[in-house]
């Protein structure tokens, strides 16, 4: 599998971006897309997942209600739709796979990762 984020960009506090996460290759049947992010000085960080299989979702404490996972399976891309966007959520944000039927947002559960997108929030 091959994933390539993009969309990071600069914005301000209280703005909105969306990433896209570009699949490519063949994961079979059951699989799950997550976003993780690191900021600096800090560990990975599980935002958000999907699971392939029922469309179920997952989100970390700090983006509920905030943050949307969505796929446009056509286009093989996982989306990330920010909104409300605080200075803290400045890091950058790698899409991730795994083959499997569940949809953790532990990152060592994840074999394939992309090469990231930088997120920056600032005024």
């Known amino acids: 599998l091959r994933l390539v984020e993009s969309g990071g960009d600069w914005v301000q506090p209280g703005g909105s971006l969306t990433l896209s996460c570009a699949v490519s290759?063949?994961?079979?049947?059951?699989?799950?897309i997550a976003w993780f992010r690191q900021a600096p000085g800090k560990e990975r960080e599980g935002v958000s997942c999907?699971?392939?299989?029922?469309?179920?979702?997952d989100y970390g404490d700090s983006v509920k209600g905030r943050f949307t996972i969505s796929r446009d399976n056509a286009k093989n891309t996982v989306y990330l739709q920010m909104n409300s966007l605080k200075p803290e959520d400045t890091a950058v944000y790698y899409c991730?796979?795994?083959?499997?039927?569940?949809?953790?947002?532990?990152?060592?559960?994840?074999?394939?990762w992309g090469q990231g997108t930088q997120v920056t929030v600032s005024s």
């Open positions: 999907m699971q392939s299989s029922d469309g179920s979702t």
């Open positions: 290759g063949y994961p079979g049947d059951y699989y799950a």
């Open positions: 991730a796979a795994l083959l499997g039927y569940y949809c953790p947002l532990d990152r060592g559960e994840y074999d394939y």
